[in-house]
T-cell receptor
């Protein structure tokens, strides 16, 4: 079984400040990890994904994430927050769960709402 | 190319009523799935399909039914709505159902309230 834990349901930063959203995973097999963003009243959009090619993954809108196997983490960062970054962010791992079969099914974390203050 | 579309955007039901949430994609994706989103719980998989005629249960399938008669469409049926099914429902699709790295594309969601 695989699981994802996002530390902090709400994160608030000032415009121009560093954004750090935390994600830890649990997996019995090498994981594939994703970050999705959800803007208000919209569906989810892929920010970036880790597929074992490189541990530092760059995504859209200036976001990046680093896969750290020793820490079982895949934290999302952005050097300078913009007002347009305000959204809910989801970390997800690809794989199955107990009793299921694994295809491209995603297991999501609880989500982190990012607020950006002027 | 419309991507993944869902209808309706909003729906209010009374307990015991049935309804179908529609999902369609025009990307010729083999893999389609339904998730529900509840506050503080992220998204949870309800049902999924790896191709026309093939469906399987996800993490929270009770009270929901699906079928996949065509590659494009994957409707979700609520058999007898309950207040616990009040949620936002998302449909998603991806190209390669055998790949754990393939990007899933999400629809805009259906917000369902059961009174």
């Amino acid at each position: 079984a695989q699981s994802v834990t996002q530390l902090g349901s709400h994160v608030s930063v000032s415009e121009g400040a560093l954004v750090l959203l935390r994600c830890n995973y649990s997996s019995s097999v090498p994981p594939y990890l994703f970050w999705y963003v959800q803007y208000p009243n919209q569906g989810l959009q892929l920010l970036l994904k880790y597929t074992s090619a490189a541990t530092l993954v760059k995504g859209i809108n200036g976001f990046e994430a680093e896969f750290k196997k020793s820490e079982t983490s895949f934290h999302l960062t952005k050097p300078s927050a913009h007002m347009s970054d305000a959204a809910e962010y989801f970390c997800a791992v690809s794989g199955g769960w107990a009793g299921g079969t694994s295809y491209g099914k995603l297991t999501f974390g609880q989500g982190t709402i990012l607020t950006v203050h002027p | 190319n419309a991507g993944v579309t869902q209808t309706p955007k909003f729906q209010v039901l009374k307990t015991g009523q049935s309804m179908t949430l529609q999902c369609a994609q025009d990307m010729n994706h083999e893999y389609m799935s339904w998730y529900r989103q509840d506050p503080g719980m992220g998204l949870r998989l309800i049902h999924y399909s790896v191709g026309a005629g093939i469906t399987d249960q996800g993490e929270v399938p009770n009270g929901y039914n699906v079928s996949r008669s065509t590659t494009e469409d994957f409707p979700l049926r609520l058999l007898s709505a309950a207040p616990s099914q009040t949620s936002v429902y998302f449909c998603a699709s991806s190209w390669d159902y055998l790949s754990s790295t393939d990007t899933q594309y999400f629809g805009p969601g259906t917000r369902l309230t059961v009174l």
